[in-house]
């Protein structure tokens, strides 16, 4: 028997102010990213005459495509839980590789080299991936050992030296336009959207989530969870091999030490656009955001003024605060 | 009119006769726990209208209610895990509004939860003395101390476990043993257990029973979490029932039977369990043939036929889980075949069980039946993207539609098809699982303690779903350690005992007597 109570179904909730409170604090996490991005536009947009131009945003965007593109592989990467810290050294080669078909009096064509790059890079990755889900060697061992080797076997490949004179067919991958757009502007775009269509819609991108999200319901609900881990390593690879020819195109030279650190700073974009390092809650979409921010942030300060030794301490602190930001919003659902 | 807890001279409260207790603000020392009207909503989302508890010193109080009834929330509150909208808390007379669990426990609230926090990698002693290790020289652990206070805690509460021995060798139940000697430990006035039985066996639960005896008789008061109705009635004084995030009643467990209670707490009258309909069809539409791994089981033979629900009932440890994830490829075996309708068929991975059209119910919904931090909507159509799928591209439309009938057939409680699974409650959790499975259009299927956590009614729902499942010409193994339920919910029941089968009983003539007899 129960006892029916019409005051109680009349209540309000007690403290409608706090409530209020509550609604903002959630909105600024869930959109916490996209409001501090908007936030430093804006600052700049007043801090700086140049800042809004369209040279200079431009500007930002080729800046940024670079690591773009390989934050866009480690989503993939952290979105299982992994982590892959060859991709600088993946790059260095893969763009040693494809400068050195595009040398010399008979260059190979630039689509070629760059497929030769993309190749290169999809093998170092899939070294990774059987050593992460077939020996089980945890990512980071397995990635940090790939990370010396990749560096060595680059130095190894040229001796060591530069790579100059490259065609100018390939110069343009780096140098060139398309309508008025910087060419690693628009593979940068391409790639964000293939990854985003491929996370969002496809079935393939249903099972990164899973895996990363609970690996053990992935497997009873019939996915084949080390090919998919596997997977995301070739992914990244191939990736880092995309953006090892476009950065010696737009350096002129492929360097074998080019890439250098480069693997902390698409984490870094990764973590600040609130993708989980413990899989299975991200997008590609936030990495895209925490890209833009850190690319805003590195010009922004460049403009106004400030030492680059700043711009290291100003990044590390924003990872931080992403966390954080990240951390807080996870805790009050 | 607010609904009062008698005050405690006055005794028990009777549903129907409404005080309002004015007593209640200044209470006496003999109550150490009492909240009045506590209210709190979720994202604006109420879950708690008015939770109401009296808890006296010496006392094991249940507090009952289904899922969604606002239990978890209510003990939220009062641990300091979250915090109150409204309402009033007394601890030992003394208004509190907690803002940490660390201000409740130095209140002296100790919870045990559901969800065990083990560091598998330590010991036993260790695990209990966890942040308070007894120490030599101010530096250095004692752990000689630290074995043999550990050693004579489990002989007080007459567990019988190595305090040496390393957490990842115990078995899920020794280790909930373990942590529910931790909390003792601790010497909290207050303890609370939440479903402490639900993941041990029969022997365990008698352990742990003859522990809260003890506690109780050292003047500590528990408030008791179970879904179990029998654990209530064996342990608990007294009872309050909260249903849809309201107070329904509360008294003394001496002056209710188990009937109305269940009837409280599922808000509807319960006819007593009655042996389900055969609708078994006899040609075999299952088998499994010399099933062996190790010491885990050996030479398991099971058929089900077409329309039959075949229980698996064991203890703990006796086998039967492994031997139905081995079937299903989520483990390995060392020999064992499988056939489907007559017709041999080689499953090596879950994959391939989900193409022989077997589908399973895991044992631990979030362990391994759930990717929690997914969306409501993945996690039903996860296991059958093929079907809503072309070229590898996901059709919305059709997965969205199949999603939304799913959660409208098993009446799955949630905002909306995209909210984490994570923030639904058990039973809604495990609608969720069944609805994958079902998704996967399986013939066969595999439940291994299906109602484990969820409330009367949701497990009613559970049963009339595998009936109706098993009606249309299916195959069902039931796993439960649920005499009841197994009896209620089988054809044919197969007993396990240590790895092999102990025998076969036909549900309508088996007892409770003669399945336990044969499992133990």
Redesign the interface.
């Known amino acids: 028997m129960s006892t029916p109570n019409a005051s109680v179904e009349a209540r309000t909730p007690r403290f409608p102010a706090q409530a209020r409170w509550q609604a903002i604090g959630r909105f600024i996490s869930g959109y916490g990213i996209v409001l501090s991005l908007i936030i430093m536009v804006v600052f700049l947009a007043f801090a700086s005459e140049s800042f809004l131009s369209v040279v200079n945003l431009m500007n930002i965007l080729r800046q940024v495509s670079i690591n773009g593109i390989m934050a866009m592989g480690m989503t993939f990467v952290i979105l299982t839980a992994g982590i892959d810290l060859s991709i600088g050294s993946t790059l260095a080669i893969a763009g040693v590789v494809s400068g050195r078909l595009v040398i010399g009096d008979d260059p190979l064509s630039p689509i070629l080299a760059i497929l030769a790059g993309i190749l290169t890079g999809s093998l170092f990755g899939s070294i990774n991936g059987a050593l992460i889900a077939r020996l089980r060697v945890p990512p980071f061992v397995a990635t940090l050992g790939m990370m010396s080797m990749a560096r060595g076997a680059t130095l190894l490949y040229s001796g060591g030296r530069p790579t100059p004179e490259l065609s100018a067919d390939f110069l343009w991958l780096g140098q060139g336009f398309l309508l008025g757009i910087p060419v690693p502007v628009i593979v940068f775009a391409a790639v964000f959207l293939v990854s985003w269509i491929v996370l969002r819609f496809s079935v393939y991108g249903r099972w990164v989530y899973a895996v990363g999200g609970n690996p053990r319901s992935a497997k009873t609900s019939g996915i084949n969870v080390d090919a998919v881990v596997f997977s995301v390593y070739v992914v990244m690879g191939a990736l880092a091999g995309l953006a090892g020819p476009i950065l010696a195109a737009r350096t002129t030279t492929a360097l074998p030490q080019a890439g250098l650190g480069y693997e902390l700073d698409a984490i870094a974009a990764v973590v600040i656009g609130g993708t989980s390092l413990t899989g299975g809650v991200g997008s590609v979409a936030n990495t895209l955001i925490g890209t833009l921010i850190i690319g805003v942030m590195n010009n922004g300060l460049d403009l106004m003024g400030v030492s680059s030794y700043y711009q290291q301490i100003v990044k590390g602190a924003i990872i931080v605060l992403a966390v954080l930001i990240d951390h807080s919003r996870r805790k009050n659902p | 009119?607010?609904?009062g807890l008698t005050g405690a001279a006055s005794g028990v409260a009777v549903?129907?006769e409404?005080e309002i207790d004015s007593g209640v603000v200044g209470a006496t020392s003999d109550i150490l726990l009492s909240a009045v009207d506590v209210?709190k909503?979720?994202?604006?989302v109420?879950a708690l209208?008015?939770g109401c508890i009296k808890l006296r010193r010496g006392s094991v109080h249940a507090l009952c209610g289904g899922n969604g009834a606002g239990k978890s929330t209510f003990l939220n509150i009062l641990v300091g895990l979250h915090q109150a909208?409204?309402g009033i808390v007394l601890c030992k007379g003394r208004a509190v509004r907690y803002a940490s669990p660390a201000e409740a426990f130095a209140d002296g609230i100790a919870i045990i939860t559901q969800e065990l926090s083990p560091v598998l990698d330590m010991t036993v002693a260790e695990n209990v003395h966890l942040g308070r290790e007894p120490r030599r020289a101010s530096w250095f652990v004692d752990k000689r101390r630290m074995i043999s206070a550990t050693r004579s805690l489990f002989e007080r509460l007459r567990m019988d476990i190595d305090p040496k021995a390393r957490m990842r060798s115990l078995s899920v139940g020794q280790i909930q043993l373990v942590e529910i000697a931790k909390a003792i430990d601790r010497e909290g006035e207050i303890l609370i257990m939440d479903e402490p039985t639900s993941a041990i066996g029969e022997r365990e639960t008698d352990i742990l029973f003859e522990a809260i005896r003890s506690l109780q008789a050292h003047g500590v008061g528990i408030i008791y979490v179970s879904h179990r109705i029998a654990d209530i009635f064996s342990i608990a004084d007294s009872y309050t029932v909260l249903?849809d995030g309201?107070f329904?009643?509360t008294g003394a467990v001496a002056n209710i039977d188990r009937q109305?209670l269940i009837s409280?707490i599922v808000?509807r009258s319960l006819s007593d369990h009655e042996k389900r309909p055969a609708t078994a069809r006899g040609e075999v539409m299952f088998a499994a043939k010399g099933f062996s791994r190790g010491n885990s089981f050996r030479d398991i033979d099971i058929d089900v036929a077409r329309g039959e629900i075949v229980g698996l009932y064991g203890l703990l440890g006796s086998g039967r889980s492994e031997f139905v994830n081995a079937v299903?490829g989520?483990e390995p075996k060392d020999s064992g075949e499988v056939f489907v309708e007559g017709r041999r068929v080689d499953i090596r991975?879950?994959?391939d069980?989900?193409?022989c059209g077997m589908a399973?119910v895991?044992e631990d919904r979030k362990?391994?039946?759930?990717?929690?931090?997914?969306s409501v909507r993945?996690n039903i159509?996860?296991?059958a993207?093929?079907r809503f799928?072309r070229f590898?591209?996901?059709v919305?439309r059709r997965e969205v539609a199949a999603v939304d009938r799913q959660i409208a057939h098993f009446a799955i409680k949630t905002a909306s098809r995209e909210v984490p699974v994570m923030?639904l409650s058990g039973g809604n959790q495990q609608k969720v699982v069944f609805a994958?499975c079902v998704e996967?259009a399986p013939r066969i299927l595999i439940c291994d303690e299906p109602t484990r956590g969820i409330d009367e009614g949701a497990k009613r729902d559970v049963y009339a779903f595998l009936a109706s499942f098993a009606a249309k010409g299916n195959a069902v193994l039931l796993i439960s350690s649920e005499v009841t339920e197994i009896l209620a919910n089988a054809d044919r029941i197969i007993v396990f005992r240590r790895g092999r089968i102990a025998g076969e009983l036909r549900a309508s003539t088996a007892t409770q007597q003669s399945l336990v007899h044969l499992a133990g």
């Open positions: 009119m607010l609904i549903a129907g409404v209210a909503s979720y994202s604006g109420p209208f008015d909208d409204g249903r309201r329904v009643e109305r409280l808000g299903y989520n991975t879950p994959a069980a989900l193409r399973i895991t362990e391994t039946g759930l990717v929690l931090t997914s993945t159509s996860i296991a993207l093929r799928s590898g591209a996901i919305g923030r994958r996967t």
